[in-house]
């Protein structure tokens, strides 16, 4: 592992810290007693305080010092003074310790007394302090000019999410972004657990992926050597529970789906999923009004949410439009009863790519996702879907080419999705086997035929209506977040590209090449002033390494840096 000089410093300070007689990584419980907020908030002159966090700026003055310390709820001005500290005659604690050993980053407890500055500033006192972790990387803090410029801000997407660690201790927005996540799920738990409904848990393996029509993720069970899929949705689970007596039951639930991804899509994501016997989708319509209602309220203290450019309404009612009207208002096609091949022609007329493996239901949700979605920005109910789109929805029941299910629009994304739930056995083995055809056409995405959950409408389930909330959309909207990628603690990166160790030998090679795009390779070879063994050895893994190229010309052999 190659060190950079600071932290090479650093380690030289834990060194010298543990020759002191201090432990760098104590593992004694800190009593701590208070929080920079609850100082700021009940601030009294004069009162003890025991406080822990991370020393993120100090101004050294001989012997006198301010400093900064970030704990989870803030920062807080801390007040460092040798004498105050060091009552005796030993100053090391001051001298060595804090001026010379500690850094920015360090993770400090100190025992103090609060106190006010003469410009105003609520400070706590030191008394006494203690190290409780050696920070032994330096943090990527922004460093402000006079004007008031930042720069070395660290905002780089790639860093941000794959050290989210970081991102979190010198980006406090962020930290904000989680707290309201976390806001949004308790408030959602709130509305239906006074409702009555009881939150549950189901298999996150399961031996058929159901529920959803998505490509799922293959593993493998070695004690009962059968092959498991991760769920791509616990729809069919939760109906198990209704058959099973139940009237109202929800989960919080990681999906997976092995699909693409892009600004809106994780393949490991959060969904709400809430079913409740005896109703229908015109009732989860104005229930789930006024739970977004609730939530946005809870959130932001407000109805109103601003995303991107848009101002977002969510106080209900919200507009109710059938997907076939959607499809007409905005391409001018009227595909209602339209057949396979007709739908075709009509996304092959809008400019829309197609294949021989779009049955009825994708080619619809096609033209209606590219053509229609973008427009429907304040929160729409998308109703009445072809049976075709809906394989476990209910017929509707003014006309059964439709079904009873809506998707929630907002800001141009699908939020939701809701149905009247099929409870109908015969009907749904049919729509299951009508899958099965779409899956024999090469869909990789149509839905198995789970005969356990047949066996169990079969039982009987109530008349129900369910819905599927997206728990990362629906954070992304509240925080004013265009990216899913900012608002999953971790999300999904490609690996991490491993850093190229080189040899002396072969950086003096790439240092030369460092400020030329090239040089002849002679001159190259005298400027590197390496035996032959070593320039042989050392080119040849340069160019393996796949960093380093020579290019035969007609004036000769000329050496180029690649990347």
Same mark, same amino acid.
């Given at each position: 592992?190659?060190?950079?000089?600071?932290?090479?410093?650093?380690?030289?300070?834990?060194?010298?810290?543990?020759?002191?007689?201090?432990?760098?990584?104590?593992?004694?419980?800190?009593?701590?007693?208070?929080?920079?907020?609850?100082?700021?908030?009940?601030?009294?002159?004069?009162?003890?305080?025991?406080?822990?966090?991370?020393?993120?700026?100090?101004?050294?003055?001989?012997?006198?010092?301010?400093?900064?310390?970030?704990?989870?709820?803030?920062?807080?001005?801390?007040?460092?003074?040798?004498?105050?500290?060091?009552?005796?005659?030993?100053? /090391?604690?001051?001298?060595?310790?804090?001026?010379?050993?500690?850094?920015?980053?360090?993770?400090?407890?100190?025992?103090?007394?609060?106190?006010?500055?003469?410009?105003?500033?609520?400070?706590?006192?030191?008394?006494?302090?203690?190290?409780?972790?050696?920070?032994?990387?330096?943090?990527?803090?922004?460093?402000?000019?006079?004007?008031?410029?930042?720069?070395?801000?660290?905002?780089?997407?790639?860093?941000?999410?794959?050290?989210?660690?970081?991102?979190?201790?010198?980006?406090?927005?962020?930290?904000?972004?989680?707290?309201?996540?976390?806001?949004?799920?308790?408030?959602?738990?709130?509305?239906?657990?006074?409702?009555?409904?009881?939150?549950?848990?189901?298999?996150?393996?399961?031996?058929?992926? /159901?529920?959803?029509?998505?490509?799922?993720?293959?593993? $493998?069970?070695?004690?009962?050597?059968?092959?498991?899929?991760?769920?791509?949705?616990?729809?069919?689970?939760?109906?198990?529970?209704?058959?099973?007596?139940?009237?109202?039951?929800?989960?919080?639930?990681?999906?997976?789906?092995?699909?693409?991804?892009?600004?809106? $899509?994780?393949?490991?994501?959060?969904?709400?999923?809430?079913?409740?016997?005896?109703?229908?989708?015109?009732?989860?319509?104005?229930?789930?009004?006024?739970?977004?209602?609730?939530?946005?309220?809870?959130?932001?203290?407000?109805?109103?949410?601003?995303?991107?450019?848009?101002?977002?309404?969510?106080?209900?009612?919200?507009?109710?439009?059938?997907?076939?009207?959607?499809?007409?208002? $905005?391409? /001018?096609?009227?595909?209602?009863?339209?057949?396979?091949?007709?739908?075709?022609?009509?996304?092959?007329?809008?400019?829309?790519?197609?294949?021989?493996?779009?049955?009825? /239901?994708?080619?619809?949700?096609?033209?209606?996702?590219?053509?229609?979605?973008?427009?429907?920005?304040?929160?729409?109910?998308?109703?009445?879907?072809?049976?075709?789109?809906?394989?476990?929805?209910?017929?509707?029941?003014?006309?059964?080419?439709?079904?009873?299910?809506?998707?929630?629009?907002?800001?141009?994304?699908?939020?939701?999705?809701?149905?009247?739930?099929?409870?109908?056995?015969?009907?749904?083995?049919?729509?299951?086997?009508?899958?099965?055809?779409?899956?024999?056409?090469?869909?990789?995405?149509?839905?198995?035929?789970?005969?356990?959950?047949?066996?169990?409408?079969?039982?009987?389930?109530?008349?129900?209506?369910?819905?599927?909330?997206?728990?990362?959309?629906?954070?992304?909207?509240?925080?004013?977040?265009?990216?899913?990628?900012?608002?999953?603690?971790?999300?999904?990166?490609?690996?991490?590209?491993?850093?190229?160790?080189?040899?002396?030998?072969?950086?003096?090679?790439?240092?030369?090449?460092?400020?030329?795009?090239?040089?002849?390779?002679?001159?190259?070879?005298?400027?590197?002033?390496?035996?032959?063994?070593?320039?042989?050895?050392?080119?040849?893994?340069?160019?393996?390494?796949?960093?380093?190229?020579?290019?035969?010309?007609?004036?000769?052999?000329?050496?180029?840096?690649?990347?």
């Amino acid at each position: 592992m190659q060190l950079s000089e600071q932290e090479i410093v650093r380690r030289e300070k834990l060194t010298k810290l543990r020759e002191l007689g201090i432990n760098p990584y104590p593992a004694a419980l800190f009593p701590v007693d208070a929080t920079s907020k609850s100082i700021k908030d009940d601030f009294s002159e004069g009162n003890q305080v025991v406080i822990s966090g991370r020393l993120m700026s100090r101004r050294i003055q001989g012997k006198a010092s301010f400093a900064e310390l970030q704990d989870s709820e803030g920062r807080i001005q801390v007040y460092f003074n040798r004498d105050e500290i060091c009552t005796g005659e030993d100053k /090391g604690l001051y001298n060595d310790v804090y001026k010379k050993l500690l850094d920015i980053g360090d993770i400090i407890g100190i025992e103090g007394e609060l106190f006010t500055t003469q410009v105003g500033e609520k400070t706590v006192m030191v008394k006494n302090f203690s190290l409780l972790s050696k920070a032994l990387r330096p943090l990527p803090l922004p460093k402000v000019d006079a004007d008031g410029n930042s720069y070395d801000e660290f905002n780089d997407p790639e860093l941000r999410y794959r050290q989210r660690y970081v991102d979190l201790v010198v980006n406090p927005k962020v930290k904000e972004t989680f707290i309201k996540r976390t806001k949004i799920t308790n408030s959602i738990r709130e509305f239906y657990n006074e409702k009555g409904y009881l939150e549950v848990e189901t298999p996150i393996l399961q031996p058929i992926p /159901g529920g959803a029509t998505a490509r799922p993720f293959l593993t $493998h069970h070695n004690a009962l050597n059968i092959p498991l899929y991760l769920r791509i949705a616990n729809e069919l689970y939760l109906k198990r529970l209704i058959v099973g007596g139940f009237d109202g039951v929800y989960e919080f639930s990681k999906d997976f789906r092995n699909e693409g991804m892009d600004r809106t $899509h994780n393949p490991e994501f959060t969904v709400m999923e809430l079913y409740v016997a005896y109703k229908d989708y015109n009732w989860m319509m104005d229930t789930t009004e006024q739970l977004l209602e609730k939530i946005a309220l809870d959130t932001n203290s407000s109805t109103k949410i601003t995303v991107g450019e848009n101002e977002i309404e969510f106080k209900a009612p919200y507009a109710r439009v059938p997907i076939l009207d959607a499809i007409k208002t $905005h391409t /001018g096609f009227d595909v209602a009863g339209m057949n396979e091949a007709e739908l075709r022609e009509v996304a092959q007329k809008l400019g829309l790519e197609v294949d021989d493996t779009m049955g009825i /239901g994708k080619l619809i949700d096609e033209i209606f996702g590219e053509k229609c979605e973008h427009f429907y920005v304040q929160p729409t109910f998308i109703t009445d879907y072809p049976k075709e789109m809906s394989p476990l929805t209910k017929e509707h029941r003014e006309n059964p080419a439709l079904t009873e299910r809506f998707e929630l629009m907002v800001n141009g994304k699908e939020l939701a999705n809701a149905y009247s739930e099929l409870n109908d056995p015969i009907d749904q083995r049919e729509r299951f086997e009508e899958q099965l055809k779409l899956s024999e056409k090469g869909d990789d995405e149509a839905m198995f035929i789970d005969q356990d959950f047949l066996r169990a409408l079969e039982y009987g389930m109530p008349p129900t209506s369910g819905i599927g909330i997206g728990i990362d959309r629906l954070v992304m909207l509240m925080t004013n977040n265009s990216s899913i990628q900012e608002v999953l603690f971790f999300p999904q990166m490609r690996p991490e590209k491993k850093a190229i160790e080189l040899t002396d030998e072969e950086k003096v090679i790439m240092d030369l090449l460092k400020t030329v795009e090239e040089l002849p390779l002679v001159e190259l070879k005298n400027k590197a002033g390496l035996s032959g063994k070593k320039w042989d050895k050392s080119t040849k893994n340069l160019s393996k390494l796949g960093i380093f190229v020579v290019e035969k010309r007609d004036d000769g052999l000329f050496a180029k840096k690649v990347g």
